[in-house]
C-alpha cells in the first residue's frame, strides 16, 4: 500500500488505490476491500477478512457440544435459526439421533420463516446500497417484525433464538402459534405484490442492476459458490432438493434460476425464492402432526448437557441456509467436547468471487454487487 | 413494451398509496406503528428473555438456590460466580454467599433456567439494564481493592450481587404467569411428596439419626430433588 503512486497500468496511467471500509456503512458490517481505481473503473480488488473475528471454533472446542448452540446463533445473526439447524443436524449424524415427526415440521417452519426474513432484509439492504433510501428498506421491516414477533413468542429473543435442540426443539409450537403463522403466511403474498411493483419493473433499478456484476455459470462452480448466488447464475444446486435433509423430500417446491447471473437476476431470485419458500409453509402448516418435539433418548441431556458424549467419529452436516450451504464439520474424541469443530460458512465462500464480478464495473457498482452476494461478516470472520 | 418510466411511475403510486393509507389502516396492517418508547411500551411477550434472575419464595432469605454450581459449571460464556455459604462449624449451608452475574459477558442463551434442577434461576423481562454507580454496587472492601475509579467501573459496571438478582415469585408470577404457576403446582406437589415421606424413613433410621436431627433432616429433602 506503500506503493499507492507507483502503480501504474499499460498505458502509463497512474493507478488509484482506495480502502473502502472497515467503517463503511455499505460494506454490511466491518468488511474492508482495497480497490485499484483507473478512473471510477475497478481494476483490481482484494478483499480483506478478520476484523469480527471472535474465535468462534476455538472457543466451540472447550465448551460441551449443548453450550455451542447459542454460539451460532451470533454466526449469522440475521437468520439465526438456520444455524441452529446445521448443527443440530450435524450432532444428531454424529450421535445417531432420530427427530419426532412433529420437530421435523416445527424446525422447517421456522428454518423457512428464517429464510423469509433474511431475503427480505437482504433486498431492503441491497436497495439502500442502491439509493433507493430505506423507503423498500422499511416495506420489508414491517413485514420481518410480525416474524419477529413471532420468533420472539416461540423462542424467546427475536434474533438469538437458540431454538434447537438436538434430538427436537426447545419449544413446542401452540395452536396460537400455528394461527399466527397461518396468517403471516396468507398476508405475504399481497406484500410481495406490493414490493414487487414497486421494484421489479423500476426502470432505476433495472438499469442499475442488469447486466452488473455477471458471474458466469463456470466460475460460479469452480469456486465453490453456493445460494442464490449460485442459482441466480443459472445453476440448479439446491441442498434442500440434492440432499434432502430433514423431511425436506415431502414438500412441493421449485428451484428458482436466473440466466444472467447479474445484480438483478439475485435480487429476482430471492423474491422467487420467498414466494416457493411460502409454498413450503402453507403445505407444512396443513399436515403438522401432533406428538412429541423432543427424541426421549435425548431428554435427560437437556438439564445435563455435559452427560451428551457422542461416540468417537465425525460428521459434516449441511443446510441449505439462505445465503448458501452452511456446513458443521465436527469430529468427536468421546469426551463432552468436541475435538475438532469447523464452520463451513457460505458468506466467507461466495465471498472469494467478488473481485471477478467487480473488475471492469464502476466504483458504485461494487458496493451493489457486494450487497447482492449478502454476506455477513459474523459468519465471514467467524 | 411499456412506455419509459411506467415501472418507475407504479413504485411511486405504491409509496404515494402506503403513505396515505397509513393514517386510516391500523398499526397492524400497516398503518403508523411507531411506538413512542419512553412513554408508551409494547407488551412484552411472556417468553422474551434477557438476563437471568434469582427467585425467592416469600422472604429473600428463604431463597430456592442451594448454590449446586450447576448453572455455573454449563453458562456458556461462564458469567455466574457461586459461592456456597458455610455455617459456623464450617459445613456447607446449601445456600450461596456469593452469586454474581456479569451482564456484560452474559449472552442470554437461556442456559442456566434450563439446566437448574431447583427452579431457581430463570431469565427477566428487565431490558432497560445500565451500569449501575459504583457506589451502590460495589462493597467497600472491592473498591479499596480496585486501584483506579474508571478500572473499577469497568470491572464491576455490569455485575449484578445476590442482592439484586433476588427477585419475589410473586414478581415472577407477573412477568412470566403461565410457566410460573407451572413450577408453583410442581414445586407445591414436590413438597406434598416430601411430607410424605419423612415419618416413614425416621421409622426406618430411628436410632442412628437421632445424634445429628438437624443437619440429616436439612439434607435429605434436598437429596430427594436432585435426580430429577
Not at chain 1, 451470533?74 to 446445521?86: H, K, P
Not at chain 1, 447486466?211 to 465453490?224: D, H, Q, R
Not at chain 2, 456469593?98 to 433456567?113: A, H, K, Q
Request: net charge neutral; charged share 25%; aromatic share 10%.
Amino acid at each position: 500500500m506503500e506503493q499507492t503512486m507507483d502503480l501504474k497500468n499499460k498505458d502509463n496511467t497512474p493507478l488509484l488505490e482506495i480502502n473502502f471500509g472497515p467503517q463503511h456503512p455499505s460494506t454490511h458490517g466491518v468488511f474492508r476491500m482495497t480497490v485499484q481505481l483507473e478512473g471510477e473503473k475497478i481494476c483490481g480488488l482484494k478483499p480483506v477478512f478478520g476484523y469480527l473475528h471472535r474465535n468462534h471454533e476455538q472457543i466451540a472446542e472447550n465448551l460441551p457440544y449443548a453450550a455451542i448452540m447459542p454460539y451460532t446463533d451470533r454466526l449469522d445473526y440475521v437468520n439465526a435459526l438456520a444455524n441452529n439447524f446445521s448443527y443440530a443436524i450435524t450432532i444428531e449424524k454424529l450421535a445417531g439421533l432420530d427427530v419426532p415427526e412433529r420437530a421435523e415440521y416445527i424446525r422447517i417452519i421456522m428454518a423457512e420463516l428464517a429464510r423469509i426474513v433474511n431475503h427480505i432484509t437482504v433486498i431492503g439492504f441491497m436497495l439502500n446500497d442502491l439509493g433507493a433510501f430505506f423507503t423498500p428498506l422499511l416495506y420489508a421491516f414491517r413485514e420481518r417484525e410480525r416474524i419477529l414477533d413471532l420468533f420472539e413468542e416461540v423462542t424467546g429473543s427475536r434474533l438469538m433464538n437458540n431454538y434447537f435442540r438436538f434430538g427436537g426443539v426447545k419449544r413446542d409450537l401452540t395452536d396460537a402459534n400455528l394461527a399466527a403463522i397461518r396468517k403471516i403466511v396468507t398476508r405475504f403474498p399481497a406484500f410481495l405484490e406490493e414490493f414487487e411493483n414497486l421494484l421489479t419493473k423500476n426502470e432505476i433499478l433495472c438499469m442499475r442492476c442488469q447486466n452488473i456484476g455477471i458471474l458466469s455459470a463456470e466460475t460460479a462452480t469452480n469456486a465453490g459458490i453456493t445460494g442464490p448466488v449460485l442459482r441466480a447464475s443459472g445453476v440448479n444446486y439446491d441442498i434442500r432438493k440434492v440432499d434432502s435433509y430433514s423431511i425436506y423430500n415431502r414438500f412441493d417446491f421449485k428451484i428458482p434460476l436466473g440466466q444472467r447471473g447479474d445484480v438483478y437476476d439475485r435480487y429476482y431470485v430471492r423474491i422467487l425464492e420467498i414466494r416457493e419458500s411460502l409454498k413450503i409453509l402453507d403445505q407444512a402448516l396443513v399436515r403438522i402432526p401432533q406428538g412429541e418435539i423432543m427424541n426421549k433418548k435425548a431428554l435427560p441431556f437437556l438439564k445435563m448437557p455435559r452427560n451428551f458424549k457422542p461416540p468417537v467419529g465425525e460428521a459434516y452436516g449441511r443446510v441449505e441456509s439462505p445465503k448458501g450451504e452452511l456446513g458443521f464439520y465436527v469430529v468427536s474424541d468421546g469426551t463432552p467436547q468436541p475435538w475438532r469443530y469447523h464452520v463451513r460458512a457460505p458468506s466467507l465462500i461466495n465471498l472469494t468471487v467478488l473481485e471477478e464480478m467487480c473488475l471492469g464495473q464502476k466504483i458504485a457498482d461494487a458496493i451493489i454487487i457486494l450487497g447482492s452476494i449478502d454476506i455477513v461478516l459474523g459468519e465471514t470472520d467467524r | 413494451m411499456t412506455v419509459f418510466g411506467w415501472g418507475v411511475f407504479k413504485g411511486m403510486l405504491v409509496t404515494l398509496k402506503n403513505f396515505a393509507t397509513s393514517y386510516f389502516r391500523k398499526p397492524d396492517e400497516g398503518g403508523i406503528f411507531t411506538v413512542q418508547y419512553p412513554e408508551e411500551r409494547e407488551k412484552t411477550i411472556e417468553n422474551f428473555r434477557n438476563f437471568p434472575f434469582l427467585v425467592y419464595d416469600e422472604t429473600p432469605e428463604k431463597i430456592r438456590c442451594v448454590a449446586c454450581g450447576i448453572c455455573e459449571r454449563e453458562c456458556p460464556p461462564k458469567c455466574i460466580h457461586i459461592e456456597m455459604e458455610t455455617d459456623t462449624a464450617g459445613k456447607p449451608a446449601r445456600r450461596p454467599a456469593v452469586f454474581d452475574i456479569d451482564y456484560g459477558l452474559c449472552m442470554n442463551c437461556g442456559m442456566c433456567e434450563e439446566v437448574c434442577p431447583f427452579d431457581s434461576i430463570f431469565m427477566d423481562h428487565a431490558f432497560e439494564v445500565t451500569a449501575v454507580p459504583i457506589s451502590t454496587n460495589l462493597n467497600k472492601t472491592v473498591l479499596d481493592q480496585k486501584k483506579t475509579k474508571v478500572s473499577a467501573e469497568r470491572a464491576e459496571g455490569l455485575v449484578r450481587h445476590k442482592e439484586k438478582l433476588l427477585k419475589s415469585n410473586e414478581y415472577f408470577r407477573e412477568i412470566r404467569p403461565a410457566l410460573a404457576s407451572a413450577i408453583d403446582q410442581k414445586r407445591k406437589a414436590a413438597e406434598e411428596k416430601k411430607r410424605a415421606i419423612p415419618p416413614l424413613r425416621h421409622n426406618a433410621s430411628d436410632g442412628p439419626v437421632l445424634g445429628r436431627e438437624s443437619t440429616g433432616g436439612q439434607a435429605q429433602p434436598s437429596a430427594t430433588q436432585e435426580p430429577k
